[in-house]
């Protein structure tokens, strides 16, 4: 009483419950049921001046909301015989405490301190960063909760410690998001293409095809004109062996559009290549030609004159190490320097008024989402997972 009265400072006095202090359980000595705060509480303000211990209100708060099994993680096991007593002691309705494992993967860290520390140290920006493994983060990088729940479906909950590997996430995510993701093109890493032969005012409407993997999802107009951009892997000056996109000499399919044919090649004063030119078959629109001849590539691409300027957000793991906090050395010290990288892309231009959170397959690239720093000057997209 007199504690809740406020007679003694912080720390002076506790409450405890005399059990049995030679029970092999520390749990069941002598625990902690009230602590003296002078506090000003948001909602009773300055009234209590003592306040109530975990174990001590965990099993009272389940009883008196009528939860009739209470989950917990397995550090709470061993709390299971105290939640138990003070119920029995108390007369009240008993609830019943069941424990887990925790949901663990690997490539990242789970503990909210440690995850506070990445926070609060700015190794990445904000609990809703992308590389983060909470649910604001995972739904900004564009994971979708059909996903995340067939994921947990097939982890399971067991009872003793596991590690999930976060790769299985990931392929719940890709099954997900090949079925029900717009197929769309873009450049990433540009590489500008002139077809010499191709019209200097022609402009043409390819059809394009949104999702192979759903009949009703329909077609699209993607425009092409003389000048594109194409993926810079996918050109080679000097070509290694069964290296079969763009090279001097060789012929490619522009997905939905044209056979292409390099002629020669535009560098800098560093010797770098800056602009690829070739030549067009007209005769070969929609992906081939009429006398039969094969190509050995098929590689993506956007119209220069219509394409939308995007920010291309690549994520990567956090951590280097599959276990962070294996070993001495401690989990910051095995974050991943290259877990971010941002790069100055192109896209068709049907995404220009997509809204924030939609989610596409950027062809050949990887699942990307619309991220919430877009303006109507420039698209943001994280990459959500690769395809595969």
């Known amino acids: 009483e007199r504690m809740k009265n406020g007679e003694f400072p912080n720390g002076s006095r506790i409450l405890r419950a005399k059990i049995d202090m030679s029970h092999p359980n520390i749990n069941m000595r002598d625990p902690a049921m009230y602590r003296i705060l002078h506090e000003h509480h948001h909602r009773t303000g300055d009234k209590w001046k003592i306040y109530p211990l975990y174990d001590w209100s965990h099993g009272q708060n389940d009883s008196m909301e009528g939860i009739t099994h209470s989950l917990c993680s397995l550090e709470y096991e061993n709390h299971r015989p105290l939640y138990e007593w003070f119920l029995e002691q108390l007369g009240v309705f008993k609830s019943r405490q069941i424990e887990f494992a925790r949901l663990n993967m690997t490539y990242?860290?789970?503990?909210?301190?440690?995850?506070?520390?990445?926070?609060?140290?700015?190794?990445?920006?904000?609990?809703?960063d992308p590389r983060m493994p909470t649910l604001r983060a995972m739904r900004r990088r564009g994971y979708t909760a059909d996903a995340i729940l067939e994921f947990i479906r097939k982890v399971g909950v067991a009872k003793n410690y596991s590690v999930s590997d976060v790769s299985l996430l990931e392929a719940c995510v890709r099954?997900?998001?090949?079925?029900?993701?717009?197929?769309?093109?873009?450049?990433?890493?540009?590489?500008?293409?002139?077809?010499?032969?191709?019209?200097?005012?022609?402009?043409?409407?390819?059809?394009?095809?949104?999702?192979?993997?759903?009949e009703n999802a329909g077609t699209r107009k993607v425009p092409f004109s003389k000048v594109i951009y194409i993926e810079q892997d996918d050109f080679r000056e000097t070509p290694p062996p069964k290296y079969y996109r763009l090279f001097p000499g060789n012929e490619v399919r522009l997905r939905y559009a044209y056979f292409i044919k390099c002629t020669h090649v535009v560098k800098d004063d560093k010797g770098e290549v800056i602009e690829v030119h070739a030549t067009y078959d007209p005769e070969s629109k929609g992906g081939n030609a009429p006398d039969g001849r094969k190509v050995k590539s098929t590689i993506h691409w956007v119209s220069a004159n219509h394409a939308k300027e995007a920010e291309i957000r690549m994520y990567d793991r956090l951590f280097t190490k599959e276990d962070p906090e294996e070993g001495e050395e401690g989990f910051l010290n095995c974050l991943n320097p290259n877990s971010l990288e941002v790069l100055s892309g192109f896209v068709e231009p049907s995404l220009a008024t997509v809204e924030v959170g939609s989610r596409f397959q950027f062809e050949r690239l990887g699942y990307f989402c619309v991220d919430k720093d877009s303006t109507k000057e420039k698209l943001v997209f994280n990459l959500t997972v690769n395809l595969k």
């Open 175 to 214: 099954d997900e998001l090949n079925k029900h993701s717009l197929r769309r093109m873009a450049v990433i890493r540009p590489l500008k293409v002139v077809i010499d032969n191709y019209p200097d005012d022609l402009v043409e409407e390819m059809d394009a095809i949104n999702n192979p993997e759903d």
């Open 108 to 128: 990242t860290v789970m503990s909210k301190r440690k995850l506070r520390r990445l926070v609060e140290e700015n190794f990445v920006n904000g609990w809703d």
